[in-house]
T-cell receptor, first 115, second 113 residues
Framework: AQTVTQSQPEMSVQEAETVTLSCTYDTSENNYYLFWYKQPPSRQMILVIRQEAYKQQNATENRFSVNFQKAAKSFSLKISDSQLGDTAMYFC????????????FGTGTRLTIIP | DAGVIQSPRHEVTEMGQEVTLRCKPISGHDYLFWYRQTMMRGLELLIYFNNNVPIDDSGMPEDRFSAKMPNASFSTLKIQPSEPRDSAVYFCASNPQGVGTQYFGPGTRLLVL
């Protein structure tokens, strides 16, 4: 079974700084997707970024980028120039490309941006 | 394009009452997922459908929970009878292919007194 581990339950950073959230996962599969979802206080689950395992290039979306290390099974999220609106829970998630369609979530990291 | 729509957004009920949560997936998405989120257990997949057919309901906690998808644009999650431990946020999500990005609705916050 796949597992996703987020070892940082809480983090805080000053506005405009850069912060990195960690995620590791365990799988025996070679083809899969990895995601970071953001859950602000409104509770909405919002996709931040997605990475296909077969792509060597790290995904980026504006201020958000990932460091995908397939051999190490590591998938960290970097937020540059952090903003107050980035305050949220961040969940790392995994799904196999083949097989069942179940997303496996980590336990989340609560990120607070300090003004 | 409208995203995933869920109703109600908030529900407060008393123990023993029937609760029905509703979801409208994004048009053209063949897969629909129901999740429950609690502080203790995090995000749990309850059940998912492909083309209106339930594929995996192994996450449904008890017989008190049931889900249906009578057509491609509507699904319900029913709890009967409800219990205080069912209090949680229930999310519906959809995607076009099964594997890949799931798009979540705003959730229904359920409180069972």
């Amino acid at each position: 079974a796949q597992t996703v581990t987020q070892s940082q339950p809480e983090m805080s950073v000053q506005e405009a700084e850069t912060v990195t959230l960690s995620c590791t996962y365990d799988t025996s599969e070679n083809n899969y997707y990895l995601f970071w979802y953001k859950q602000p206080p409104s509770r909405q689950m919002i996709l931040v970024i997605r990475q296909e395992a077969y792509k060597q290039q790290n995904a980026t979306e504006n201020r958000f980028s990932v460091n995908f290390q397939k051999a190490a099974k590591s998938f960290s999220l970097k937020i540059s120039d952090s903003q107050l609106g980035d305050t949220a829970m961040y969940f790392c998630a995994f799904i196999n490309y083949f097989g069942n369609e179940k997303l496996t979530f980590g336990t989340g990291t609560r990120l607070t941006i300090i003004p | 394009d409208a995203g995933v729509i869920q109703s109600p957004r908030h529900e407060v009920t008393e123990m023993g009452q029937e609760v029905t949560l509703r979801c409208k997936p994004i048009s053209g998405h063949d897969y629909l997922f129901w999740y429950r989120q609690t502080m203790m257990r995090g995000l749990e997949l309850l059940i998912y459908f492909n083309n209106n057919v339930p594929i995996d309901d192994s996450g449904m906690p008890e017989d008190r929970f049931s889900a249906k998808m009578p057509n491609a644009s509507f699904s319900t999650l029913k709890i009967q009878p409800s219990e205080p431990r069912d209090s949680a946020v229930y999310f519906c999500a959809s995607n076009p292919q099964g594997v890949g990005t799931q798009y979540f609705g705003p959730g229904t916050r359920l409180l069972v007194l």
